[in-house]
């Protein structure tokens, strides 16, 4: 059973930055992948970024390209997302999310096995 645990959200002034990290344990696969998904109240999950087990292929959602930057430290077991020039549309609650059943990276939350509890950004203009 693969384990989740993000931190680093917070609350911030519009253009300011955040460092969102997901450490996982109990992994069995060496090949995988890892996702950024963020929700907001009353809507669905939606995909921000994601990330291979290599680290050699990264997508993001059109909204934060050139803003948020994914990248991995395989030897600490962490996926990160750094999220700068945070906007108010940015505010939500963020998770991670990874999966052994796929190489290449997905962008709908039904692809991935397993979460963490979340971490809420607020971003205030």
């Known amino acids: 059973q693969v384990q989740l645990v993000e931190s680093g959200g917070g609350a911030v002034q519009a253009g300011e930055s955040l460092r969102l990290s997901c450490t996982a344990s109990?992994?069995?696969?060496?090949?995988?992948?890892t996702a950024w998904f963020r929700q907001t109240p009353g809507r669905e999950r939606t995909f921000v970024a994601g990330i291979n087990s290599r680290g050699s292929a990264t997508q993001y959602t059109s909204s934060v390209k050139g803003r948020f930057t994914i990248s991995s430290d395989n030897a600490l077991n962490t996926v990160y997302l750094q999220m700068n020039n945070l906007k108010a549309e940015d505010t939500a609650v963020y998770s991670c999310?990874?999966?052994?059943?796929?190489?290449?990276?997905?962008?709908?939350?039904?692809?991935?096995?397993?979460w963490g509890q979340g971490t809420q950004v607020t971003v205030s203009s």
């Open positions: 109990g992994r069995t696969s060496r090949t995988y992948i």
């Open positions: 999310a990874t999966t052994a059943r796929y190489s290449a990276i997905q962008s709908f939350s039904r692809d991935y096995d397993y």
